[in-house]
């Protein structure tokens, strides 16, 4: 059985959960069928963990365009090269064009992973103008046509459901996002943390993610003010994804900076090896995010023994065990797709107040550790994730 799989993320080239999963994934199921895989960006290696790989870039008469555009010329590229396989597999609206034109070529079935959705991310309108709304179109065409959705948790199969009525109930199936328990695990050396300029012997809370809107780094930034004073801050930040998002998040920076010290602001993709031994150091893991399907990046700060503390969100609850491997801190949320908190600031204050509970109990906290590597080694492999996955590609062939 061929499959071929369209991504916009693909090694060496990831910057968020989707390129994670897409990238294990596709190393397990290589070794149970031939994959093929199409990815965006510069050329790769045409043998990657046994799956054939092509690369694709922006046509050059659509170089310059709205990032949407240039996606969909990226797409139409990738069509032709479908032709063979017995599944097309595609990962983000990025690449579900890609996806639905290959299966309406080639007459095979078209599966799509869900690891987001358009309609949960109004802010991207900031980035993408008039893109937003092709991006948007585009997406609902692939779900509606799909003959498959994977959902990464079941709180995103609601959402898909919630956003796109029309689609069939029957076809949308959870498979989980998953973790190599194997690459990912405690750390207790300090070579990379304290080159860092983490100090180990104290409590820190530490983030990790892009700075988009959905991450809720602002309300992270708000709630770290009224923390103990004693309690560092590490920041391992992304870039954020408008200029506006930038001021507003430097400028929450500087403030908690003036008033405290041990705000540690990492503004560059950390190796795994120095990410790993931040993690381990943690006192608190902190997943302030307003939208959030699974969160890989909870599955590896639990794989790191470090308790985490998220918003109880999308699909957050079915990863961290509330007062087990951490704290879930409620919210409600406005209905118009932003997911930005009816009361911001008891929102701030819960979180702050989750944070200082685990911080202020060092004991406690490494038992919530503890307790999240053993769920992250149940239940969230990814040999596992992958025969669930080819369960769901038999369904439709």
Known sequence: MRIDIVTKEFPPEIYGGAGVHVAELSRVLAREVDLHVHAFGAAREPQVNGATVTSYQVPEYLKGSNAALETLGIDLGIVPDVGGADLVHSHTWYANMAGHLASLMHGIPHVLSAHSLEPLRPWKAEQ?????RLSSWVEKTAYEAANAIIAVSHGMRAD???????????KVKVVHNGIDVSL?????????VRALGIDPAKPSVVFVGRNTRQKGVPYLLRAAAKLPADIQLVLCLGAADTPELAAETATLIDGLRAERD?????ERM????????VLSHATAFACPSI???????NLEAMACGAAVVATATGGI???VDHGTTGLLVPIEQVTDGTGTPTDPEKFVADFAAALEEVVSDPARAREMGEAGRTRAEANFSWDTIAQSTLEVYRSVL
Do not use: F
């Open 128 to 132: 993408l103008g008039g893109g937003y």
């Open 160 to 170: 898909i459901l919630r956003c796109y009525p029309e689609v069939d109930p029957n």
């Open 291 to 297: 939208y959030e399907p699974l969160g890989i990046v």
């Open 184 to 192: 990912w695990g405690r750390d207790e050396g300090t070579e990379h």
């Open 270 to 277: 950390l190796p795994r090896a120095e990410l790993i031994q």
């Open 317 to 319: 609850p079915e990863v």
């Open 262 to 266: 041990g705000v540690i602001l990492i």
